[in-house]
Nanobody, 116 residues
Framework: QVQFVESGGGLVQPGGSLRLSCAAS????????MGWYRQAPGKQREFVAR???????MYTDSVKGRFTISRDNAKNTMYLQMNSLKPEDTAVYYC??????????WGQGTQVTVSS
């Protein structure tokens, strides 16, 4: 089963940018649709963005126009470019196939903190 390792998080000021990476242990092309998810303190994990094998994207409303999901199949890596970050974007970010559930294996995630 493919495993994922997220990286690229950190502390950034409001309005700043970060690019998250998701490295897969196997072929992400074979997985099909991939997604980014996040879990803020005290909240359930939520969907952020999805990228299909064919390249179509979908975003949760709160990040539309600010976040961009992409993938490099040759590198088995997926990315999330996050611009105009807001404090409410603070969360641990995870990647996985889409759709995913709590029953699926999840990585450690990468912490994103937006604060002045």
């Amino acid at each position: 089963q493919v495993q994922f390792v997220e990286s690229g998080g950190g502390l950034v000021q409001p309005g700043g940018s970060l690019r998250l990476s998701c490295a897969a242990s196997g072929s992400i092309f074979s997985i099909g649709a991939m997604g980014w998810y996040r879990q803020a303190p005290g909240k359930q994990r939520e969907f952020v963005a999805r990228l299909s094998r064919g390249g179509s994207t979908m975003y949760t409303d709160s990040v539309k126009g600010r976040f961009t999901i992409s993938r490099d199949n040759a590198k088995n890596t997926m990315y999330l470019q996050m611009n105009s970050l807001k404090p409410e974007d603070t969360a641990v970010y995870y990647c996985n196939k889409w759709p995913s559930s709590s029953a699926d294996p999840w990585g450690q995630g990468t912490q994103v903190t937006v604060s002045s």
